[in-house]
């Protein structure tokens, strides 16, 4: 088996999430691998702590064997669940245990990778990459919801438009839509490449030679719309926060501004003791929060401490050996031990 994808931020990510009251050894620790993909980062937390345990959580079955098979010499310290970290962490948090896992029990440590691993992008064959001929599809779990084919073939123009523009910021996101919704009068979307070129030719000349391909924000709407992405990270978010047992810590690593910008609020709101009225503003459900509640007679008491001020990013000696992790953002709190009496 090769291993493709680096875990971003190793010693970081150690370093906020490794309480002092966490054991040397982590005997009778637990942690919550809640975005497992290949198992780096497990690997690395398994490898520091002889007698931690994980839950390694991925939707996608493909992707959880190549990370049973990375993580094998652990034996049964790392388990491993199929589906969403939501569903998991939610029943973790209501004291079920999930199907096929031991009695239920609170994590000292979880932890949300948001990015997507190098596996789907080199080989899972779903569209990921537009380097290549692939289907396109996106699906992290391909047994539900629509691919990105079928979301191309059935939105409106204005509804892809605002797609690519909310989801991934894209500034031509209406002359992209207007391409699209031409194109499929004639012939169906069905491949990666076919989408790659569309947007090549639909953008302005200059825009084709800057930092970035043309079509990576394109894609990236896609992707982040046909998994749900920013609409079920509010959720996920207080899920994890619910199922982390007090004194332990959460940790999320985002690569886009509008995930970070979602950690960030949700982070504030936990560690200032103030209201927040809702991370989500208007019909079509993008991302948008829109404020505290700075008049509230209500005090709050602060469920987290924040443990990072600002977000943490990877040194540039990091990002020279791995260039994917030049966008990564890590945030991390403490959650606070209730009042005794």
């Known amino acids: 088996m090769t291993v493709s994808h680096t875990p971003v931020m190793p010693e970081e990510v150690l370093r906020f999430l490794v309480s002092e009251s966490f054991t040397q050894d982590g005997n009778g620790e637990y942690m919550i691998d809640c975005t497992l993909g290949e198992g780096g980062h497990s690997a690395v937390f398994l490898r520091r ?6 839950t ?3 939707a996608d079955k493909d992707i959880i064997n190549v990370a049973r098979e990375r993580l094998k010499e652990f034996g049964g310290r ?38 997507v691993s190098l596996y789907h992008y080199e080989k899972g064959d779903r569209g990921f990459s537009f380097r290549g001929a692939e289907p ?5 779990d391909t047994g539900s919801g629509l691919s990105a084919a079928e979301i191309l073939d059935r939105r409106s123009e204005a509804e892809i438009a605002d797609m690519l523009f909310f989801n991934a910021g894209e500034r031509y996101s209406r002359r992209i839509a207007r391409a699209i919704a031409e194109t499929r009068r004639r012939t169906a979307l069905t491949s990666a490449a076919a989408l790659e070129r569309l ?14 391909h043309p079509a990576t924000k394109t894609f990236q709407a896609l992707r982040v719309e046909v998994n ?5 990270l509010p959720g996920l978010l207080s899920a ?26 949700f982070f504030r709101v936990k560690s200032a003791g103030k209201r927040f009225d809702g991370f989500f503003a208007g019909s079509a459900g993008y991302a948008g929060g829109k404020g505290f509640d700075e008049t509230s007679e209500t005090p709050i008491e602060k469920e987290a401490l924040l443990l990072t001020a600002k ?28 009042r005794e009496g």
Do not use: C
């Not at 947007?199 to 970035?212: C, E, L, Q, T």
């Not at 690593?253 to 910008?261: A, P, Y």
């Not at 990013?313 to 953002?329: H, Y």
């Open 199 to 212: 947007v090549w030719d639909a953008v302005p000349a200059a825009y084709r030679h800057g930092k970035i």
């Open 240 to 265: 994890a926060f619910e199922a982390l047992r007090p004194g332990g810590r959460l940790g999320v690593i985002t690569f886009n501004s509008l995930e970070d910008r979602i950690v960030k609020v």
């Open 136 to 140: 396109l599809d996106m699906r992290i």
């Open 228 to 232: 749900g992405e920013l609409k079920k």
């Open 78 to 115: 790392i388990e491993f669940y199929r589906g969403w970290a939501q569903d998991f962490l939610s029943g973790l948090g209501a004291g079920e245990a999930p199907e096929n896992l031991p009695a239920p029990r609170l994590p000292s440590i979880i932890l949300l990778d948001l990015g």
């Open 49 to 54: 702590f002889p007698d931690l345990l994980i």
């Open 56 to 58: 390694g959580i991925d």
């Open 311 to 338: 977000p943490v990013q990877p040194l540039m000696e990091e990002i020279k050996t791995n260039p994917p992790s030049r966008s990564a953002k890590l945030r991390a709190l403490e959650k606070i031990r209730p």
